[in-house]
């Protein structure tokens, strides 16, 4: 569920691994997992292409510039004027390869950017453009060699069947090979992009320390939150609830040897209060941990919660391993408190919640029908924020006017 709010703090250490393609779309109940699979195996086949196009304009651009600026290497002015127009050009390729690298290899890189790193990126990308070339042409020859068996029959007079056969099967392992060649320049695409245009060790660890000092912020924020909201609680409810009925048995001692009839109905009333007060001190308790979350689980819980909704809630729960104790928390308290706000200010009719595991990330996602214009920064969206915050997690709200309103959240798991 929960779409990405985009991409965070730059991290330190080695280039994470492309998501190509995730096993977890091939996995039961994705929804139409081989649409998908292919999808993306076509996504990624377009991009390695696109990729070798603009390695031949960087190869041109390299020949050019070099032989632009060899006249005028004695001559500061000479030098300026031949740099400034290949910056530029330099610049808005590299923003091109940004793009590509983003929306069709799926690298999603840091939001740094280092105007003067782009030429020598460029410069050491293009021999990976003619390599990606290089393992498509390979793929479209194993992928035609391997299914020639299939149509070669129309084209021309097939003697040797077998040795067709025999042919295909070397085709289609020729694709495996190609399949795996992909995936290796879509890896070497990564480091050297993170290389040339990501921040430097320095500035990941800065950019990491104040990530933490500013999460762990929030989440004192939330902590002294909910620790007066608990203090509301139990002053404007159990605890007035408890002064009534101290009062109501003091009444009832008071008149026992005179009116026994209106010290009964007096105990009585305390009995009803007394009621009152436990059940208003187990909501207490519940909201502030369930016990259920350690007994049952995570979806024990999201059920419970489903079932107390006063609106209806739908809830889909596609998780089939354990997780970590501290993301069951985080994951129930998210949908928790989403689903009360539902409740009490979006005017909705229903609520889908949505939790699935996708390779090493949960996914949630809590969707209503409401009138929409949920404030991002309100205290409620933004303490959901923080504890997503607290483990590494990206949050994010979509609500626009007349809805209907969407909030995701996806958290690490490994």
């Known amino acids: 569920m929960v779409a990405d709010s985009g991409p965070g703090p730059a991290r330190s250490g080695p280039p994470r691994q492309p998501e190509w393609p995730a096993a977890s779309d091939s996995a039961p109940g994705s929804g139409r997992p081989l649409v998908r699979y292919l999808a993306r195996w076509t996504r990624l086949a377009f991009g390695l292409a696109l990729g070798a196009a603009t390695a031949?304009?960087?190869?041109?651009?390299?020949?050019?510039?070099?032989?632009?600026?060899?006249?005028?290497?004695?001559?500061?002015?000479?030098?300026?004027?031949?740099?400034r127009p290949l910056a530029a050009a330099a610049r808005g390729l590299t923003r091109l390869e940004r793009t590509r690298l983003d929306r069709l290899l799926g690298v999603r890189l840091p939001g740094f950017h280092d105007t003067a790193a782009a030429p020598r990126?460029?410069?050491?990308?293009?021999?990976?453009?003619?390599?990606?070339?290089?393992?498509?042409?390979?793929?479209?020859?194993?992928?035609?060699?391997?299914?020639?068996?299939?149509?070669?029959?129309?084209?021309?007079?097939?003697?040797?069947?077998?040795?067709?056969?025999?042919?295909?099967?070397?085709?289609?392992?020729?694709?495996?090979?190609?399949?795996?060649?992909?995936?290796?320049?879509?890896?070497?695409?990564?480091?050297?992009?993170?290389?040339?245009?990501?921040?430097?060790?320095?500035?990941?660890?800065?950019?990491?320390?104040?990530?933490?000092?500013?999460?762990?912020?929030?989440?004192?924020?939330?902590?002294?939150?909910?620790?007066?909201?608990?203090?509301?609680?139990?002053?404007?409810?159990?605890?007035?609830?408890?002064?009534?009925?101290?009062?109501?048995?003091?009444?009832a001692r008071r008149i026992r040897a005179r009116d026994p009839g209106g010290a009964d109905a007096l105990l009585l009333q305390a009995h009803e209060e007394s009621r009152r007060a436990l059940a208003e001190l187990r909501e207490v308790a519940w909201r502030v941990y369930p016990a259920v979350l350690d007994e049952g689980g995570l979806r024990a819980a999201l059920e419970t919660v489903a079932e107390r909704s006063t609106l209806p809630v739908s809830l889909g729960y596609a998780v089939r391993r354990p997780l970590p104790r501290a993301v069951e928390t985080v994951a129930y308290f998210l949908v928790s408190e989403a689903v009360t706000n539902v409740v009490k200010h979006a005017g909705a009719t229903r609520i889908d919640v949505q939790v699935t595991l996708e390779g090493d990330e949960l996914s949630v996602r809590v969707t209503d029908d409401g009138a929409g214009g949920a404030d991002a920064s309100g205290s409620g969206l933004s303490g959901l924020a923080s504890r997503a915050a607290a483990l590494d997690g990206r949050f994010a709200v979509e609500s626009p006017a007349g809805g209907p309103t969407v909030v995701r959240a996806v958290l690490p798991c490994a």
Do not use: K, N
């Open 56 to 83: 031949v304009l960087e190869l041109l651009g390299s020949a050019v510039g070099g032989l632009a600026l060899l006249p005028v290497l004695a001559s500061p002015r000479g030098r300026v004027a031949v740099l």
């Open 121 to 251: 990126y460029l410069a050491a990308r293009w021999p990976l453009g003619l390599l990606g070339a290089v393992v498509l042409g390979c793929g479209a020859y194993g992928l035609g060699l391997g299914t020639f068996a299939f149509y070669g029959w129309l084209i021309t007079d097939i003697d040797h069947p077998w040795l067709v056969t025999l042919g295909s099967l070397g085709g289609f392992f020729l694709l495996f090979l190609s399949a795996q060649g992909a995936l290796g320049v879509v890896a070497l695409e990564d480091g050297l992009a993170r290389r040339f245009l990501g921040p430097s060790h320095a500035d990941a660890l800065e950019a990491r320390i104040a990530e933490l000092a500013t999460s762990r912020a929030e989440v004192m924020d939330v902590v002294h939150e909910e620790r007066r909201r608990i203090e509301r609680d139990l002053h404007d409810g159990v605890q007035q609830r408890l002064v009534a009925l101290g009062m109501l048995l003091g009444r």
